[in-house]
């Protein structure tokens, strides 16, 4: 794997980039080490494109749903997100700081046909170059930040007026140590050890007033829960661990 | 490997019977024109000497309705309006009734239709055109999944390059063997004669399952119609003799029919084509490999003495179609593990548990021993005073037990 080029940003931090140059190669393998991303996907994809057909008026069972919207996928990683919503229409901007991810990403939408806008950077650089866009994602990224309040409020800068906001992350409780750090990486061996850092994991009332702090409105919170008997991820009241919370800008 | 075409395309079906057919248009309506769906069959043009007959439970009926092909079929569907199982020896004149069921699930709502295999494949095919599904007279000849698609060759010499293969190719599905998914299972060493009886009383909608000791022999009602009462038989013998009743002329099997039918419904005379087939009892150890699903026999083949084998077929379609739906309209890969897992967990296990279950009921009913019989008669006896457990076998046997993909309950995708 090439050494990363690491654009020096005070919202970055340097350990984490280095940690997901080295899973890059296996981002798009559902039976490797990403496969609960795999799995978690349909459940975060539902929830966007539900969020976002039900502010920009859309059907949601076309196959078209998202058309013409122009979207920004925050630490798009391998490409996980970005292409589907690509797929259902949206003009995708893939965002992430860790270049080995962004080959991934652009070989493998090339190898999809799709295309999407991938770019090593971050949300600053984005927010500086005047970037505005109807949807602005940031799925499992706010956990890995340095500075919580300046990413959402270069964020914040990029929702055009009527656009939406959606960030998903992990609480900080007894219990999302008990289960997304032990269980998860050590016990299920689901995410390499060392993926989460449990005190940089943020409470929906941090992130909720830090998003109003900048201009959103939270109009939706739901947290995202495992269901070990069905193996699946499903939608559920409890935020303890996994959530997700939806945020708008005045038109 | 250099061909004349390379077709992008969906979702590619192998075999255009009551699952593949189904499927195809389950997909075209939830998903539209701009997602393209193909089934291949060599025997797209079928000569229509199929004798069997099929009881389309509730679950299965509502399917139909929502792909909006049940209204050709109604006409000559003949609900069951009630179902009685015996248990006695050849030579027995009297055939006591131990169980009984209002053939209801709901009221107004019967728990089965029969109809006749012919005219419900003619009405899928018409729905899968009229649906624009690209119907191709020819097989596959080979495939090769690479990570993103499916290289799907066919022997009219074009290439698909599809998302998924979907074997929907029968029993011995020569792609489920390509793909290298055993099957276990065992061969019960019967064979069923299926064929058609006019008989001169009314049937009222009555179906039979007389359990003789070589096997069960049931009588299930079909629509009346221009020549009169008829039922269709499913006529379990072990195989051997099974073969020595087909092969008899009309007179000798006149004859044997005779004696295991009964005198209830008068006169009666055996009419169109009689075959026999062969009984097994098999399940792919997977129904997913890589860009690959299994459905309808290609997935499982199960004793028909519960009669549930093609609405097994369309339980496997509900939830394999509900998986692709719900994955393309997220934009994600209706081919990839994920979905696929998804169709495998939602039926491998159901299916296991039917296969079992008909397995156990035909072990415990093909055999001369008395004292088995004696203790089925008390188990049945208990089973029919108990109108909560009857109800529980009337819903389980029609496919309303259990989480239910969307199309089974009547909801379109």
Same mark, same amino acid.
Request: without cysteine; glycine residues 10%; charged residues 30%.
């Given at each position: 794997m090439s050494a990363p080029t690491m654009p020096d940003s005070p919202t970055v931090d340097a350990a984490e980039v280095a940690r997901f140059e080295r899973l890059a190669a296996t981002w798009w393998d559902p039976r490797g080490k990403m496969g609960v991303l795999h799995k978690f996907n349909p459940v975060r994809l539902g929830l966007i494109k539900e969020a976002a057909c039900r502010r920009f008026g859309r059907d949601p069972k076309r196959l078209d749903s998202l058309a013409g919207l122009r979207l920004l996928d925050i630490g798009c990683g391998g490409g996980l997100l970005s292409e589907p919503l690509a797929r259902l229409g949206a003009a995708v901007v893939g965002a992430d700081p860790a270049a080995a991810n962004i080959a991934v990403a652009q070989q493998h939408a090339a190898q999809s046909g799709l295309a999407i806008d991938y770019r090593v950077g971050t949300a600053e650089a984005l927010a500086d170059a005047g970037e505005r866009f109807d949807i602005v994602l940031a799925m499992e990224v706010v956990e890995h930040v340095a500075d919580l309040s300046l990413f959402v409020k270069r964020c914040a800068e990029m929702v055009k007026p009527g656009g939406m906001m959606i960030v998903a992350t992990l609480n900080r409780t007894f219990k999302s140590f008990a289960l997304a750090i032990v269980g998860a990486e050590y016990v299920l061996g689901w995410l390499p050890r060392g993926t989460h850092q449990w005190d940089k994991f943020v409470t929906p009332n941090e992130l909720e007033a830090t998003l109003e702090r900048h201009g959103l409105k939270v109009v939706d919170e739901t947290g995202v829960v495992y269901n070990l008997i069905a193996d699946r991820w499903q939608i559920s009241? #409890?935020? #303890?661990v996994n959530y997700v919370v939806t945020a708008e800008k005045a038109p | 490997m250099t061909t004349a075409t390379n077709t992008r395309t969906d979702i590619l079906i192998a075999g255009a019977g009551f699952a593949g057919l189904a499927l195809a248009i389950a997909l075209k309506q939830a998903l539209g024109a701009s997602f393209a769906v193909v089934v291949a069959d060599p025997a797209l043009a079928r000569s229509g000497d199929d004798p069997r007959a099929s009881a389309i439970v509730a679950a299965a009926r509502r399917l139909f309705e929502t792909l909006g092909v049940w209204h050709e079929i109604a006409p000559r569907a003949q609900p069951i309006l009630d179902m009685a199982v015996t248990d006695s020896r050849l030579n027995d004149a009297m055939r006591p009734t131990f169980l009984t069921f209002d053939g209801e699930v709901a009221p107004d709502e019967p728990f089965a239709h029969m109809v006749e295999n012919d005219p419900l494949l003619k009405a899928l095919l018409a729905k899968a055109r009229a649906e624009n599904v690209t119907l191709l007279n020819t097989a596959v000849a080979d495939f090769a999944a690479a990570p993103d698609r499916i290289a799907v060759h066919l022997r009219d010499g074009t290439t698909h390059a599809a998302r998924l293969l979907v074997a929907a190719d029968g029993a011995r599905s020569s792609i489920r063997e390509r793909a290298g998914i055993a099957t276990h299972g065992w061969d019960y060493a019967q064979s069923s004669i299926v064929t058609t009886v006019r008989h001169e009383?009314? %049937? %009222?909608?009555r179906a039979e399952e007389h359990f003789l000791p070589a096997g069960p022999f049931a009588i299930l009602p079909l629509k009346r119609d221009a020549t009169g009462h008829r039922s269709s038989i499913v006529w379990t013998e072990a195989s051997a003799e099974a073969e020595r009743i087909v092969a008899l002329d009309d007179a000798g099997f006149h004859a044997e029919l005779e004696k295991r039918f009964g005198l209830r419904l008068g006169e009666i005379e055996a009419v169109g084509p009689r075959r026999a087939f062969p009984l097994g009892l098999s399940v792919a150890?997977?129904? $997913?490999a890589e860009r690959i699903a299994l459905i309808g026999d290609a997935a499982h083949v199960i004793h028909p003495i519960a009669g549930q084998g093609l609405n097994m077929g369309l339980k496997d379609v509900a939830a394999l179609a509900e998986a692709i739906v719900d994955a393309a309209r997220l934009g994600l890969d209706p081919g990839s593990p994920v979905t696929l897992d998804r169709y495998q967990r939602w039926r491998r296990f159901d299916t296991m548990v039917m296969g079992v279950a008909t397995d156990g009921l035909n072990r415990l009913f093909s055999n001369h021993s008395d004292a088995l019989r004696l203790a089925r008669d008390v188990g049945l006896g208990l089973v029919d005073r108990l109108p909560a457990l009857k109800q529980l076998f009337i819903r389980e046997a029609a496919g309303?037990?259990?989480? $239910?993909?969307k199309l089974l309950r009547g909801e379109a995708l």
């Open positions: 009241t #409890d935020m #303890d | 009383r009314d %049937h %009222h909608g150890r997977s129904f $997913v309303l037990a259990g989480e $239910v993909p």
